[in-house]
């Protein structure tokens, strides 16, 4: 072998050993490359999404980012992390709705204050009688009237509270009788039937009663406002023999008692009527005159008619009433029902959105399972408030109509 060979392989032995000692050189120092083993964002509890009760995600915290001005690329960049890292797609939903689900809570608090609103609107039936609708009629008579006509006119009055419908409170004062032992004649004021429905044998013994000195209008007209304050006051019939004698403002006094003051004059002296026509007037009421018992009769009969058609237009209007109430609070469920629809289907159109986008940026989510989630949670709570609305807006209907209805027949 000659000089020029012997180099050739020399050299080639070298280049070798060379190349391999580089390969063993790369392979005890590969380059570095960061790993991400953590989430630099931190979530919240889970907890309040994963129940399978849609009343319970009414009531949970929304998500930090669910404002108006809400950041779709703020909160992209979280779960693009989330997604490197490879967190399963369940924990993706939940991460989404820790970040953006809505806030429901106020629609909550107003479905569970659906029990008082029923309670209110269902009481109509209930207290269609009651004191809030009671029509209370109250008789003022003047023991002065006379002897002749005491037994007579006093007959009619009671025939008048017989007449009554049965759900009307009525009584009967007199004023200005002889006065007791003891007792100034301005004072001579007797309960001869107490405010109630009408019943005989609540009856005081009024034909014994004698014409006194003095006629204690005002007194009398006070007696209403003290004794029966506590309820409705709604008509007052005064049957005058002639004006206050008692230095007393009956004017006033009737104004006084924010109800309808009807006087019937009977034989009242022509100077002293004027007197008992403001005492009518104070009060938007009428003046009737009468001169006899005949008169008297048909006057009384008169007011009996009108006074059971005002009972009936009042509960008509009362009806009406409770029923507008009823009506405001059901248009008002109606609005918070579809304005909680409008805020689930923002919420579905949101999270949807932010699974899409991660799928079209290339991230290994499936994008079918998470959006079948976000469906499911949207039409759940869709339903929810639909099967509580619509329980609330039929028992409404029914449990305060029908007691009406019932009590119209």
Known sequence: ???????????????????????????????????????????????????????????????????????????????????????????????????????????????MQFDEIQSEITSVGANLMDEGMQVNIHLLYDANIGTDADVEVLGLLQDFMQDMPDDTNVSLLSYGAEAESGERSCDSIHEIHPLDRYDERLLQEGNAIEP????????????????????????????????????????????????VVHVIGYN????????LESVASSSEGTFTHVEEVEGFQRVIQEASIYTIQAWRDWQVEFIEDKRAQQMEHIDESRERQDEMNERTREEQDRLRHLTDQLEEEGYRVNGAYIRSMINERAVSLRTYMFETAIEFRDEAFQASLDPIEEDQE
């Not at 693009?80 to 890292?85: F, G, N």
């Not at 000195?213 to 304050?229: Q, T």
């Not at 009242?268 to 007197?275: G, L, M, Q, T």
Request: one cysteine or more; proline letters at 4%.
């Open 268 to 275: 009242v002296d022509p100077n002293e009527r004027e007197a």
């Open 1 to 111: 072998m000659n000089e020029q060979v012997k180099r050739f392989l020399l050299l080639m032995g070298c280049a070798a050993t060379l190349a391999a000692c580089t390969v063993e050189e790369e392979q005890f120092e590969p380059e570095e490359q960061e790993e991400i083993d953590e989430h630099s964002y931190d979530f919240g509890s889970f907890d309040r999404f994963t129940s399978t009760s849609p009343a319970e995600w009414m009531q949970a915290e929304p998500g930090n980012y669910h404002t108006e001005d809400f950041d779709d690329e703020e909160v992209l960049e979280i779960l693009r992390e989330s997604a490197e890292l490879g967190v399963s797609d369940e924990e993706l939903f939940y991460q989404m709705l820790d970040l953006a689900a809505f806030d429901y809570r106020d629609d909550y608090t107003y479905f």
């Open 212 to 259: 006194g000195a003095s006629i204690p209008l005002s007194s009398a007209l006070n007696e209403v406002e003290v004794h029966y304050s506590d309820h409705e006051t709604t008509i007052v019939y005064v049957i005058a023999s002639g004006a206050d004698t008692c230095g007393g403002d009956p004017a006033h006094a009737a104004e006084m008692l924010d109800a």
